[in-house]
């Protein structure tokens, strides 16, 4: 069965850093794309970020393109978010997902908050 | 980037009845379209992909069809756990995008 376990998320004031961490199994993790997808409180879905499995295409909404970086250590079966420049826009629940271009699990998200 | 709207935005149906969710892209995407269920206060749900294939485990009452610019989601037999969100994914290109959000709830 497919997991995803996200963590890092949190409160941080604008300007600062986070790091996302999603922990993968049952699958496995170096043949597929993976994607980080948020949701602000009370609106839909915004894709943000995607990797391919050997790291060699990586996409970024505009939206975050120059603050946000994804990564993935496959021997290790993790994706990561390094997000910087944070905004108060950033606010949200940032699921990782499996599959890109097509997202065919989802974790059960993190929620970052940023707010002075 | 592509476009996706669907309509309608909200819709209220009773138990048994059919219901349908339209996605229209601003541009064809073949049938690289995805649809996703989200329930309340829980993440997404992955229903059907290539605009017709249910994943596994999906009820059949779940059917997707479509090309091109317009796609749509039926519901044949509307139950009550099928209270959710919708949102229409688009898979043809980056930057991969969703629609706004079809919220169905039951009458």
């Known amino acids: 069965e497919v997991e995803l376990l996200e963590s890092g998320g949190g409160l941080v004031q604008p300007g600062g850093s986070l790091r996302l961490s999603c922990a993968a199994s049952g699958f496995t993790f170096n043949n597929y794309g993976m994607s980080w997808v948020r949701q602000a409180p009370g609106k839909g879905l915004e894709w943000v970020s995607t990797?391919?499995?050997?790291?060699?295409?990586?996409y970024y909404a505009d939206s975050v393109k120059g603050r946000f970086t994804i990564s993935r250590d496959n021997s290790r079966n993790t994706l990561y978010l390094q997000m910087n420049s944070l905004r108060v826009e950033d606010t949200a629940v940032y699921y990782c997902?499996?599959?890109?271009?097509?997202?065919?699990?989802w974790g059960q998200g993190t929620l970052v908050t940023v707010s002075s | 980037d592509i476009q996706l709207t669907q309509s309608p935005s909200f819709l209220s149906a009773s138990v048994g009845d059919r219901v349908t969710i339209t996605c229209r892209a601003s541009?064809?995407?073949?049938?690289?379209l995805a649809w996703h269920q989200q329930k309340a206060g829980k993440a997404p749900k992955f229903l059907t992909y290539?605009?017709?294939t249910l994943q596994n485990g999906v009820p059949s009452r779940f059917s997707g069809s479509g090309s091109g610019t317009e796609f749509t989601l039926t519901i044949s037999n509307l139950q009550p756990e099928d209270v959710a969100t919708y949102y229409c994914q688009q898979l043809n290109s980056y930057p991969l995008t969703f629609g706004g959000g079809t919220k169905v709830e039951i009458k």
């Open positions: 541009q064809g995407i073949s049938s690289y």
């Open positions: 997902a499996k599959g890109a271009p097509l997202i065919n699990n």
């Open positions: 990797i391919s499995g050997s790291a060699g295409n990586i």
């Open positions: 290539a605009a017709s």
